[in-house]
């Protein structure tokens, strides 16, 4: 079992920054992708960014692109969401998620995840 712990949320104004981290003890972290997802009130948990298991592989969802990077460091068992030029859209419970095998945003094949951070962009 893969325990996630996230990290680094708040409240900040919009156009400001926020760093998200996601940490776990887990050994073999250097052998899993890795995904940040969101989940805004009444509305369902999307795909945010993922990384491949080496951090050379990455993507990120369209509403993000531009404004959010995600990176890894693999010595440290820790994964980041660098979040510039926030919005009040971006306000939302943000995951992370780990699974194995390729970079991809299917929700559903994510099999570990952490509890959550919240981020409040205020307008």
């Known amino acids: 079992q893969v325990q996630l712990v996230e990290s680094g949320g708040g409240l900040v104004q919009a156009g400001g920054s926020l760093r998200l981290s996601c940490a776990t003890s887990?050994?073999?972290?250097?052998?899993?992708?890795m995904g940040w997802f969101r989940q805004a009130p009444g509305k369902e948990r999307e795909f945010v960014a993922a990384i491949g298991s080496g951090g050379t592989s990455t993507f990120t969802a369209d509403s993000v692109t531009g404004r959010f990077a995600i990176s890894r460091d693999n010595a440290k068992n820790t994964m980041f969401l660098q979040m510039n030029r926030l919005k009040p859209d971006d306000t939302a419970t943000y995951y992370c998620a780990a699974k194995r095998g390729g970079v991809i945003r299917t929700i559903t094949t994510y099999n570990y995840w952490g509890q959550g951070t919240q981020v409040t962009v205020s307008s």
């Open positions: 887990e050994d073999t972290f250097n052998s899993y992708t």
